[in-house]
């Protein structure tokens, strides 16, 4: 893959995704070059000129006022870095890391930090030869931006620190870096404080996690659209007569996902003239609900995209006018409200999924065997899968508390206020990796109820859909042994194998 410039246009969501997961390197822009340059200048100007200025020649937070002399800027930013390594817990996934290096390369690169060449140039050397800070995943409040995970990221820039061995060993930063031709950065004035403030790594698990929340979204249209074929409900109110009346965004997208999923459906077709004069709500409210929770990612997309094009340093490097001034760029209050919304979110599409996949397995309730199973009760069919979707759901609920409505004071009261941003980016990677699980076991109930439905045939989308399963889980017959089965369609969610079949259908 051709490495990703940075500095000279737009990073994307997509660009950022595919340094993460896809191995694309990076390369610093010759505009961005020049911008690094210039600030710099501007750094070591006021440095020489013993000027104060906040995280250059002072200490920090509520230590801002104590003078620092010039010859002591470097151990002042090791200092700094060293002392904000306090992360603890698991490590963040590679991807993730990746993530955020690129995020952070970004931000240099608009001039605002006043960070030399060579720092910007060991961020891309490092994407390209991919070695991967090990960055524990709790300590970060999302005030000053992810100042504890960013601080290990720093360590192992300098070779202090370790890196990623595998997805979750790790390895001493140093012989790596020099192995692979790199010189372990020693920090100069202000590139400790440029490298630790700032909102990287809640905004690189917001990247991933907006693709990975829109992919779940096109899932839920098409495994809806399956379970609505095996409960032989009606796609009447998905008609787009009716949703032009509450023309929501996302409401309009996931009806019409529905109605081309389910076309030239032989099921629905036996079912046309039934008696039943109306579906449950989490059949016939599928465009509603699902609608809402893709119109809440798509904020989520609106506000990651700007942050990780912005400048959430501190200070503030201005060329222009020779200025470096204190602000606040680096609360992460944009992205923790956004990303608690979407954790709701994502929470709902699990929880009437879980309903969906209640109602198949209820033979009152569908028509058809009870638990999905001929001879039950010497078989119990997918009875206990809807459990482990119910314990799944029931722990979403508990994550979805907003991590944002809550505040601890540090810093002796200097930061008095901070987002928690980190803590709702990581509940929102949770509960994605639920949800895609609770969806996985309505897909495979989906699938098994439109066999038990042969020989009438499925619509054109949810054939696919129903192939999806039957490549990875075969009919159920009698009981076996469903866990790795319900792990391999969960799989097939993640990777976007669902979402694919309603994206083709909505390109015609």
Not at 52 to 76: C, D, M, N
Not at 225 to 242: D, H, N, T, Y
Not at 260 to 278: F, P, W, Y
Request: some cysteine; overall charge negative; proline content about 5%.
């Amino acid at each position: 893959m051709d490495a990703i410039t940075i500095g000279d246009g737009p990073l994307t969501i997509e660009k950022v995704a595919a340094v993460a997961r896809e191995g694309a390197s990076v390369r610093l822009g010759e505009e961005g070059r020049g911008r690094v340059a210039a600030a710099r200048a501007l750094i070591d100007r006021l440095v020489a000129e013993e000027r104060v200025v906040y995280g250059v020649t002072t200490g920090f937070g509520q230590l801002a006022t104590t003078h620092i002399p010039s010859e002591k800027a470097r151990e002042l930013q090791e200092n700094l870095v060293r002392s904000h390594a306090v992360g603890v817990g698991d490590p963040l996934p590679r991807d993730v890391v990746r993530a955020a290096l690129a995020i952070r390369l970004n931000t240099l690169a608009k001039g605002y930090s006043g960070v030399r060449l060579e720092v910007a140039e060991l961020l891309a050397g490092m994407l390209a030869e991919d070695l991967v800070p090990y960055v524990p995943s709790k300590g970060s409040l999302g005030a000053s931006g992810d100042l504890a995970p960013s601080a290990h990221a720093v360590r192992a820039m300098m070779g202090e620190g370790e890196l990623l061995e595998g997805e979750a060993g790790r390895a001493p930063a140093l012989p790596a870096l020099r192995a692979a031709g790199l010189e372990p950065l020693t920090l100069a004035a202000k590139e400790g404080v440029s490298l630790l403030n700032g909102t990287q790594f809640m905004a690189a698990i917001g990247c991933l996690a907006v693709l990975d929340g829109e992919a779940l979204l096109d899932s839920a249209d098409v495994v809806g659209a399956m379970s609505l074929e095996g409960l032989r409900a009606s796609v009447g109110p998905f008609q787009e007569r009716i949703q032009l009346l509450r023309p929501i965004p996302g409401q309009l997208r996931t009806a019409a996902h529905v109605r081309r999923a389910t076309e030239g459906s032989g099921i629905m077709l036996s079912h046309l003239n039934c008696d039943k004069v109306q579906d449950a709500y989490s059949v016939r409210c599928i465009p509603q609900v699902h609608g809402a929770c893709r119109d809440a990612v798509r904020w989520l997309r609106e506000v990651v995209s700007i942050e990780i094009e912005s400048v959430t340093d501190n200070p503030i490097v201005f060329t222009e006018s020779g200025e470096i001034i204190s602000a606040g760029n680096f609360h992460g209050e944009p992205l923790a409200l956004a990303l608690d919304l979407a954790a709701m979110s994502v929470s709902e599409i699990a929880s009437i999924s879980e309903r969906r996949t209640f109602r198949l397995l209820t033979s009152s309730l569908s028509e058809l065997p009870p638990f999905l199973t001929n001879d039950s009760g010497l078989n119990n069919g997918y009875m206990l899968a809807q459990y482990t979707a119910a314990a799944l759901v029931a722990e979403n609920k508990v994550l979805c508390h907003p991590a944002s409505v809550d505040s601890i004071p540090t810093s002796g009261d200097q930061e008095d206020h901070v987002s928690m941003g980190m803590t709702a980016a990581l509940k929102l990677e949770q509960v994605l990796r639920n949800a895609q699980t609770v969806l996985a076991i309505e897909a495979l109930c989906a699938a098994q109820a439109i066999d038990l439905l042969a020989p009438l045939a499925p619509g054109v989308g949810t054939a696919r859909g129903h192939a999806v399963v039957r490549r990875l889980a075969p009919t159920l017959e009698r009981d076996r042994y469903l866990a790795p089965e319900i792990e391999a369609v969960s799989g097939a969610v993640a990777a976007g194998e669902f979402a694919a079949v309603a994206r083709e259908l909505e390109r015609g």
